[in-house]
């Protein structure tokens, strides 16, 4: 079978074969490929630009010496028309190429999924960071204020609180900011399988192709994307003070560690098993009446 690079229309064989068939492997010129698609046959096949088309030698069965195009679903593997009624005889079987499309749809879908995942849970994140030290500065100003007004007796305790809200909200950012950048990753790791999957689009489609798709398949399964922890909270409750005991003139704060999904999930778990714990010391109680 002639190669994509030979740049001439393989049916007239005088005009420029400019376009590609996928599924004859032949390159056709403008009014070949017109004529072609008007056929019963193959008015449903597809075509690309032959300088898209990577000129690889198509795989063959080396049984048979045929070309494979089927998929033995039962074995998982390419086999030719030979094999259908050889030895894979009451397998089930797919077309190679309904099986490439299928798994390109799939891996295409699929890593959209998880890149919008993973774009969403970063704006989330920024947003949640920029709340975060919303509610950061104005606990600061709380202090700050309070501090000011206990003038210098009361300094030391200012820079010591203020110290410990920035230390403890630098803790939860770092956690957050930890989460965005394995997210950035996440989404550099779809970004360039989406540049793989744009590169096997110009391979021909045959057993290798199914392979290297196959191994994208696994590439976008291991994309994990990490559901969005509950954003830490901070505020500052004032309470009323006197001049003969500094530290008490200070309010208290809240700053509310960042919880994973997991955490959550355990959480849950345990309040649950106490629900039912509680339902069934009553049940005995009532029982022991």
């Not at 190429?97 to 969403?120: C, G, M, P």
């Not at 957050?176 to 999957?197: P, Y």
């Amino acid at each position: 079978m002639a190669q994509a690079s030979s740049k001439t229309c393989e049916i007239c064989i005088s005009a420029p074969g400019s376009q590609y068939c996928l599924e004859c492997e032949q390159n056709f010129c403008e009014n070949c490929k017109t004529f072609h698609s008007r056929q019963k046959i193959s008015k449903t096949h597809q075509f690309q630009s032959s300088s898209d088309v990577i000129p690889e030698g198509k795989s063959k069965c080396k049984d048979h010496n045929e070309d494979f195009s089927f998929v033995c679903k039962t074995c998982d593997v390419v086999v030719c028309s030979s094999f259908v009624t050889g030895s894979h005889t009451g397998h089930v079987f797919s077309k190679l190429l309904d099986s490439i499309k299928q798994l390109k749809e799939k891996n295409t879908t699929y890593l959209r999924i998880r890149v919008q995942q993973s774009t969403q849970n970063m704006k989330q994140i920024e947003k949640g960071l920029k709340e975060l030290d919303v509610k950061v500065e104005g606990v600061v100003k709380a202090i700050t204020k309070e501090g000011t007004q206990l003038k210098t007796m009361v300094d030391k305790c200012v820079a010591e609180m203020i110290s410990t809200v920035n230390d403890q909200s630098r803790r939860e950012k770092d956690k957050l900011t930890k989460i965005m950048a394995d997210t950035r990753m996440d989404l550099k790791a779809g970004s360039n399988l989406d540049m793989q999957i744009d590169e096997l689009d110009k391979i021909r489609n045959d057993g290798n192709l199914l392979q290297s798709l196959q191994k994208l398949t696994d590439d976008i399964a291991k994309l994990t994307i990490k559901p969005i922890p509950e954003f830490p909270n901070i505020r500052y409750t004032a309470k009323s003070a006197t001049d003969n005991d500094v530290k008490q003139l200070f309010g208290n704060y809240i700053l509310s560690e960042m919880r994973t999904q997991q955490i959550m999930n355990k959480e849950r778990e345990l309040a649950s098993s106490k629900r039912k714990e509680e339902r069934s010391d009553k049940l005995i109680r009532l029982w022991d009446r």
